[in-house]
Nanobody, 124 residues
Framework: QVQLVESGGGLVQAGGSLRLSCAAS????????MGWFRQAPGKEREFVAR????????RYADSVKGRFTISRDNAKNTVYLQMNSLVPEDTGIYYC?????????????????WGQGTQVTVSS
């Protein structure tokens, strides 16, 4: 089992920044790809970003590319999502997740463990 706890969400104006954190406990953190997903009201959960075991390979959704940065610190068992130039369309609940599958990493179905989510609201 891997337990994940997100933090860092909040209310921010358009153009602002937020940094989300996700602290992991349980099984060896460095064994898992880590991802961030989000879910807006009335919409399905969607992929945002993911990072590989060693923090040297990342992938982003087109909608956040160039604005968001995912990173991890295996010594601290933590994954981060730095979000810059936020727009109202970024509003939603952000979830971090852990996957033992390195071949399918942008689908929520590939992720085994999930946090409870943190709310991000971007006002216009």
């Amino acid at each position: 089992q891997v337990q994940l706890v997100e933090s860092g969400g909040g209310l921010v104006q358009a153009g602002g920044s937020l940094r989300l954190s996700c602290a992991a406990s349980g099984r060896t953190f460095s064994n898992y790809y880590m991802g961030w997903f989000r879910q807006a009201p009335g919409k399905e959960r969607e992929f945002v970003a993911r990072v590989n075991w060693s923090n040297d390979n990342t992938r982003y959704a087109d909608s956040v590319k160039g604005r968001f940065t995912i990173s991890r610190d295996n010594a601290k068992n933590t994954v981060y999502l730095q979000m810059n130039s936020l727009v109202p369309e970024d509003t939603g609940i952000y979830y971090c997740a852990a996957s033992g599958n390195p071949y399918i990493t942008t689908s929520s179905s590939a992720y085994d463990y999930w946090g409870q989510g943190t709310q991000v609201t971007v006002s216009s």
